[in-house]
């Protein structure tokens, strides 16, 4: 797609960048289906949301809430491909000037319209200092002119490569020629907010009574730790294909309480299912089980700060003795991949490299392990203890003490294991506070950058606290150069080099595992990404 310098027509900047026709996806509801007469939809959602601003959240459990209430410049459809959202056409120069055609009847849910002075607006806001997006780093990644100065207090927001050209036109000018920038641009990160709004209220503005939204739904109740309650919006400009009335999110961290709710016919849609049911779920409740790949890595990250963490030896001969086979065949068991690359092989254009202890043996990556932590001054007169941190959630203890028990058994180090609930956790690990802890990473859009660039020392998201210059100089090369052979060579160098100083552990690649209502239409069964509108689905009669 990288041209030297390539002007793409809007009627075709459709189908070269995206590939698909020129009509946004809403809910298809087939040909003589008996739609349900309570349109009423009811999520589980896994744990309470940190924030239901788009610019000061990071998680998955507040994209899945924010998908349904922002409509950003484009969205993806059923099978992870890009549609128009806002944006109806785009065009590029050479993949560093976009232009975005915005739709006329796109409006906020107080009736106003939403204009290209929106998303320059909101996009500074992501960036500005003072409103300490802690996903700002994402815009930086894009390249968007000035972001990366801007973030680091030495610009003014207004110097963003944003512009409004007039109301239904919005420039973006990058620093670097990025090929995949329209895929960028489906995050909840640059979704827009309404400014008057946000000036208006504040940190208050995302209460109920104050919200303000432009996606297909918009915020009616939120009971903290009980449940988020929304709305259709009846001023979205999709919204007479929308079927769903009112979509319901339940922060429940139990994923035994979550199946039983499900199986009670409370939920229609769970989070996760609870590992020790699963076997049982396939077999009495094989059409409700849900099983697709899901573009996420489950790692373990050290804290490359803290000692004895600072030295290689030792992060190693952790990740060396962590045994992936019994966590991913099991403690999990339903059809998880075994980790020894940080992308995942489902990755879109791109192959992983799979690193010498990948293969490896069991039994010879433990004695690797044994050595290791040896040479670093650890074994029975010296043994090496810390601290595992957790989010809540009984699915990451199982994993945490079947890791715990392999470094037990292989190393004879003490592990004392932690949970905290997700705000706390978050802010422990921006703040440097763990010494080793779980983490996951989904990618924000199906390119390997989505991975790689997390552990670039200027990620505000990289709290394994990596600092490579060598690593930092190669993702920065990946968008200097001009075919997609010479990208991927790079990123197999950026793997190579994350297997080398080993600043995490990736432990498995995701499959997404849900209870799913048979009655249920619409759900996005191939979105690799699990990004799931509740406006493209609706609930079927008995």
């Known amino acids: 797609m990288r041209s030297a310098k390539t002007v793409l027509s809007a009627a075709i900047s459709i189908a070269l960048l995206t590939g698909v026709a020129n009509t946004a996806l809403a809910a298809e509801v087939p040909a003589g289906t008996t739609l349900a007469e309570v349109q009423e939809l009811v999520r589980g959602n896994g744990t309470e949301p940190a924030s239901l601003d788009p610019h000061k959240t990071e998680g998955v459990p507040e994209s899945h809430i924010l998908r349904d209430l922002f409509e950003g410049l484009v969205n993806q459809d059923a099978d992870g491909k890009i549609v128009p959202g806002v944006a109806e056409t785009w065009t590029t120069e050479g993949n560093k000037v976009y232009t975005f055609n915005l739709r006329k009847d796109a409006k906020w849910s107080n009736g106003d319209p939403v204009t290209a002075h929106d998303f320059v607006y909101s996009l500074q806001r992501a960036v500005t200092p003072a409103t300490a997006s802690p996903y700002s780093w994402y815009l930086e990644m894009t390249t968007m002119q000035n972001a990366g100065e801007i973030i680091a207090g030495n610009a003014k927001p207004d110097s963003l490569g944003v512009e409004a050209l007039d109301d239904y036109t919005l420039k973006i000018t990058l620093d670097s020629a990025v090929p995949y920038f329209v895929k960028m641009m489906a995050h909840t990160t640059v979704k827009p907010v309404h400014k008057a709004t946000v000036e208006k209220f504040g940190d208050k503005w995302t209460a109920p009574e104050n919200y303000v939204s432009n996606g297909a739904y918009v ?243 990289n709290t394994a606290f990596y600092n490579s210059a060598d690593y930092d100089g190669k993702m920065a090369k990946t968008l200097e150069v001009d075919s997609e052979a010479e990208r991927n060579q790079l990123y197999v160098e950026a793997e190579e080099l994350l297997a080398k100083d080993v600043p995490i552990a990736p432990i498995y690649h995701y499959v997404q595992t849900r209870l799913v209502n048979p009655k249920l239409g619409g759900y996005a069964e191939n979105n690799a990404e699990d990004q799931i509108y509740s406006k493209d689905m609706y609930i079927i009669a008995d």
């Open 219 to 461: 915020l009616s109740k939120w009971v903290v730790n009980e449940r988020i309650e929304m709305v259709r919006n009846e001023s979205y400009w999709d919204n007479e294909k929308t079927v769903i009335n009112k979509v319901t999110y339940l922060p429940i961290e139990n994923q035994v309480a979550e199946m039983n709710r499900f199986l009670a016919g409370e939920i229609d849609l769970t989070n996760e299912v609870p590992l020790e049911h699963f076997k049982r779920l396939k077999k009495d409740h094989a059409d409700s089980l849900n099983i697709k790949g899901n573009l996420c890595s489950y790692y373990y990250e050290f804290n490359n700060n803290k000692a004895p963490f600072d030295d290689v030896r030792v992060r190693s001969a952790l990740s060396y003795a962590i045994d992936r086979d019994i966590v991913t065949e099991k403690v999990l068991g339903q059809g998880q991949v075994s980790a020894y690359s940080f992308t995942p092989s489902i990755i879109e254009g791109f192959s992983p490299p799979v690193s010498a202890a990948g293969q490896m043996t069991q039994d010879e990556r433990n004695e690797k392990a044994k050595a290791l932590l040896a040479e670093a001054g650890f074994g029975p007169d010296n043994q090496l203890e810390f601290t595992l941190l957790y989010n809540t959630s009984e699915n990451h203890k199982k994993i945490a003490l079947a890791v715990s028990q392999n470094w037990k058994k292989n190393l004879g180090v003490k592990v004392n294991l932690e949970n905290q609930e997700w705000k706390t956790y978050l802010s422990t690990k921006r703040e440097g506070g763990h010494e080793v802890s779980r983490a996951g990473w989904c990618g924000d859009y199906n390119e390997a950058s989505t991975f790689l660039s997390l552990m670039q020392s200027n990620n505000s998201s």
